[in-house]
Nanobody, 128 residues
Framework: VQLQASGGGLVQAGGSLRLSCAPSGGTFSSFAMAWFRQAPGKEREFVAAFRWSSGNRHSKYADSVKGRFTISRDNTKNTVSLQMNSLKPEDTAFYYC????????????????????WGQGTQVTVSS
């Protein structure tokens, strides 16, 4: 599985961006995909995750992005997108998408070791 991430860029505080991540290798009946981010000098942190299993969907968010970010699946495009609204300068980071073919339990969706495949990342910069 290879992940193709798109989106990102430069936006002013309060603006919006949309990130998308598409896994190659076909359509998966169950999977989980997540976004993590890493700012300069900081550790990588969880942002949001989406789990799809037998038609059931679940999402999970870091407290810092709840109410501002939305993760969703586009069935027609076989992608998972992260809509980021009300962006803040502290959202500035390199964003990575991650993927697993499994359907992990909800409690581990925010762990980086849950995911076996990682995309190349995309830069998000929010100016004040």
């Amino acid at each position: 599985v290879q992940l193709q991430a798109s989106g990102g860029g430069l936006v002013q505080a309060g603006g919006s961006l949309r990130l998308s991540c598409a896994p190659s290798g076909g359509t998966f009946s169950s999977f989980a995909m997540a976004w993590f981010r890493q700012a300069p000098g900081k550790e990588r942190e969880f942002v949001a995750a989406f789990r799809w299993s037998s038609g059931n969907r679940h999402s999970k968010y870091a407290d810092s992005v709840k109410g501002r970010f939305t993760i969703s699946r586009d069935n027609t495009k076989n992608t998972v997108s992260l809509q980021m609204n009300s962006l803040k300068p502290e959202d500035t980071a390199f964003y990575y998408c991650a993927f697993t073919r499994n359907s992990p339990i909800y409690g581990v969706l925010d762990r980086s070791d849950t995911y076996g495949y990682w995309g190349q990342g995309t830069q998000v910069t929010v100016s004040s």
